[in-house]
């Protein structure tokens, strides 16, 4: 596995969808080891370090390498996938759920 910090996508619960209740949730992830890089209204995304995700959520992430432009796109960013993480508890209130963020694909017009 890569030394690159595992980036994560963060979905607030409904009643938390507003700048309340992200900057509470940004308030509260670097005590878990997590890095908030950014957030929007319904979502954070941030980073968090291989040893420190397998810790927190009790899963190792797999990484998954970039792939080269296709027929139909300009290629596929690196990323992680991972089973099921468990929201940890000083989150639950205020996250619906926690996903390692895949890659991205770069589409073709």
């Given at each position: 596995?890569?030394?690159?910090?595992i980036k994560l996508q963060i979905l607030l619960r409904r009643e938390w969808r507003?700048?309340?209740?992200?900057?509470?949730?940004?308030?509260?992830l670097p005590a878990l080891g997590i890095t908030?890089?950014?957030?929007?209204?319904?979502?954070?995304?941030a980073?968090?370090?291989?040893e420190q995700f397998k810790e927190l959520?009790?899963?190792t992430a797999t990484a998954t390498a970039p792939q080269p432009?296709?027929?139909?796109?300009f290629g596929?960013?690196?990323g992680s996938t991972s089973p099921d993480?468990?929201?940890p508890a000083a989150l639950s209130e205020f996250v619906e759920s926690i996903s390692a963020a895949p890659g991205h694909i770069y589409l073709r017009d």
């Open positions: 596995m890569s030394n690159a910090p507003n700048a309340q209740g992200v900057d509470k949730v940004r308030g509260l908030p890089t950014v957030g929007g209204v319904a979502a954070i995304s980073e968090i370090e291989t959520f009790g899963v432009p296709g027929e139909r796109d596929k960013s690196g993480l468990k929201v």
